[in-house]
């Protein structure tokens, strides 16, 4: 089985202490491993374990066959197609892919993984058995689909079951009860929340931040409904799922851990979570963000412990976490209320990762920020050329919007963990960042820093 501590603390999201840099263990140099990535090496498992031939991605496709919407998670990525049809590539150690193989994709093992490998592809492979409305991956190890069977999931379960210590890793997707009829999910490393039809919104998971809304320390493992929330038009987890923010007609309201002020009402202190010594603030009731008219707010995003909010000006407003510069201010201050990026206007969608925000404009142009320690900027600059910051270690990084090298005109971008894919109109795809697990559709594990096509999706 895949050490998932050890990967965690590789990709920057392993539980830390609450000291005052973001919480977020860099990753070693993705750029550097020299493993061939040979397929069929994955020595650690059971040679007898059968392995299904899976399916390429463009084998079974005829009509419909545009990729109209994309989920950038950790270590894969996933497209749906607008015939509902979702493909996969990247990391499959938990079973991200979908397509039922365990292994014999290819092998994409860093010295963290010990002898049982690490499986992946570079080619998009068809999720096995779903037709989806719509995709999520938080960052996270999983992806989650809306079908009409109800919200289905693959890859590392977010919770363990009752009774079990150990998450589940699933190989192609299952039903999870509870979670219907939704309209939108949420599905980040610990937690799996659901907006439904009625405009309330369930979640199961962690709760050591209150995140869940209740009281106590432990995880919910059984869908439950978040007190207090109705007519939810938005609703958003951070990457790690300590804090969440909802959007309705007359209120923007967060909650959860307050570490760096992302809960965005200027107010230090509310309430302690965690164990002495390491206690943090946190409220388990939701607050309300300061200095924006929710009328006024069109699309909430939230990362590791900062969060932005695109108003219908085209204007975007970031609090929080900063020391990548994630907040887009040209400054590694963090801020507990909401500041306007400089410079940045006429935004049509955002999206967050873990310390890096990226902006699509309404020409089509892409702006990104925060860390680069992958080349997630897409600038094309050397990685080390920009400004310096200090996250536990010291990273390369860009405290402003900066404009992404990409000559296509984008309708949407999705920021994982370290890398960002964008979508392009016709259904192109292109992600930069990150490689290590073969994510952004390429054979080499060499990140990137300017954006590159992925193929086998047409």
Known sequence: MVRWTSILLLLGLASVGCGDDDGVTPMDDAGTETDSGTPGTDAGRDAGTPVDSGTDAGVTCTTGCEIVELATGIDHVCGRRENGQVLCWGGNGAGQLGDGRERGHGDCATREDGASGYDCTATPV??????????????????????????????LEDVAATGSDTRAERFQPEIVMGFSPAVALEAPFSQLCARLMNGTVVCRGENDSGQLLAEGDDPRRMAMPLTGLSDVLEFDLGVGANFGCVRTADALRCWGSNQDGQLGDGVAEHSLCGLVPETFDCSRTPVTVSTLDPAEVVQVELGSRFACALLDDGTVWCWGANAAGQLGDGTTVSKAEPQQVPGLTGVAQISLGALTACAVLDSGDVRCWGSNQEGQIGDGAEIGSHASCEIGTTVDCVTSPTAVLLEANVTSVQVGTQTVCALAEGGAVYCWGANLRRQLGQDDRMRRSTPVEVAGLD
């Open 126 to 155: 068809v999720v096995r058995g779903v037709t989806a409305s719509a995709i999520a991956t938080n960052s996270s190890f999983q992806t989650c689909a809306i079908t009409s069977e109800g919200t289905s999931c693959w890859g």
